[in-house]
């Protein structure tokens, strides 16, 4: 994920029959008093992914969301922490080992079986009621979240890859924006345009480290028609045609076009930042990035499409789960999954507020791939979002047209284990002018099959 998701988004059930003890004593029943009895009902939870402070109106959405959730359910205390992005690969390890995950917290698909298999997501199947729309979740996202007929999350998010590219930047190159590239060559065309409008500008972002660069290569494989691991998940595919093709053409587009700029963008909110400076034209991303790049890094909602990925072989499919910390009492799981379903899985509040969130300037309308699907839930979300829209969503059909016939492949095996490796390689080629792409990928292919021979 994701990261996951990846992006992103209960009131029902709450702690039933506590405090109800008796004691036979001279033929009464002793009774708690009140003031016991709501002491032994009290719980408190930290839940994960509250805004950051430089998003101060969704931060502040975010807070009155809790402020709500606590009124309708005076027995539960909400405390948020706000990293940003939610899921960080270099500390989600270390806090999920050392004991320091909220009690609700977002696991990219790539973690699943990991998480799982570790023991470090509590089994909800016996809450899972307590999430009203459970039922309307995709089953295919279900799946992934079950392991031996036993439920490890709520899914949350689900999405397809594309090319997220600057409108407004191809009409100042003289690109038609209505008319995105289809194909790689073509996006190298455009990034040469797009890099000659002066100093400063980028055709392309990618990235070249902290995991993100391997991701990227994973979509871009991908949309080419290649693989990342053999069908049976026991050795790396990636040393490839299409994965020379991958390392080739960024290369080619940094030393001879200097169409992807000379900065080497580790972190993941690097190029978004790049994106929202109006300065870079296209990108692979889902959906959400729009919106990301919007909210959190200012881009003008104006200027920014999507289309579908580039070649259409296939797309990269990931999403991310909400998963509930081991350690959590019952009454801490129900708690916690009644604040997943109150902010995340309700349509028309908490992250499906969207009248809220045109009222305080989000981008509304953006597509996605939604985690429900044409379920009730699905089409009443989509029905909100579209009665809410505040973007041209013209400028988003062709991604919506595209994803519509694109096959959808999941992450490989060890993702991130296989993503930190494939780094090396993304970074090698965009600071390196000499950098032997044969090489880079034989030594990465070691590397990878020694990992995948573990699993």
Known sequence: MNRSGYRRTMGLLLVAGLGMGAAACGGTTATPSPGAKAAAEQVSIKVACQPAKTAPENRKAWDDDVATFQKEHP???VTSTDQQPCFDPKTFGPKLAGGQMETVFVVPVTNYNEVISKGQALDITQYTGVVKNFGDIRQDARD???????????????????????????????????NPPKTWDEIREAAKKIAALGSGYV?????????????????????????????????????????????????????????????????????????????????????????????????????????GIPEGKASLSGGEAYMINPKATPEEAKAGL?????????????????????????????????????????????????????????????????????ALKMEPPKAQELY????????????RKDADIDQLLADAEKKANAILAKS
């Open 203 to 307: 055709g392309y972002g990618e990235y070249a480290g902290g995991n993100t660069g391997g991701w990227h290569f994973n979509q871009s494989i991908y949309s080419r028609g290649g693989e990342m691991v053999s069908a049976d998940g026991k050795a790396a595919a990636f040393n490839s045609p299409e994965g020379k093709a991958v390392l080739q053409q960024l290369k080619d587009m940094r030393w001879v076009d200097n169409s992807v700029g000379s900065k080497l963008l580790i972190a993941w909110e690097a190029l978004m930042q790049q994106m929202g400076a109006g300065k870079t034209g296209m990108m692979l991303g889902a959906p959400d990035v729009i919106t990301d790049v919007v909210q959190k890094f200012n881009g003008n909602v104006a200027d920014y499409g999507i289309t």
């Open 338 to 406: 009644e604040w997943v379903n109150f902010q995340f899985n309700t349509p028309g509040q908490g992250r499906f507020n969207f009248a809220r969130g045109k009222s305080i300037g989000n981008p509304v309308g953006v597509p996605d791939n939604s985690y429900m699907g044409d379920s009730p839930t699905g089409q009443a979300i989509v029905q909100g979002r579209k009665d809410n829209a505040t973007l041209p969503v013209e400028n988003y059909q062709p991604y919506v047209d595209a994803s519509a016939n694109v």
């Open 420 to 431: 930190a490796i494939l780094d090396v390689a993304m970074s090698a080629v965009l600071s």
């Open 75 to 77: 027995n539960v205390k």
């Open 144 to 178: 992934l979240v079950t392991k031996d007929g036993k439920v490890y999350g709520i899914p949350n998010v689900a999405y397809s890859v594309g090319l997220v590219y600057n409108r407004k930047l191809f009409t100042q190159a003289g690109l038609d924006p209505n």
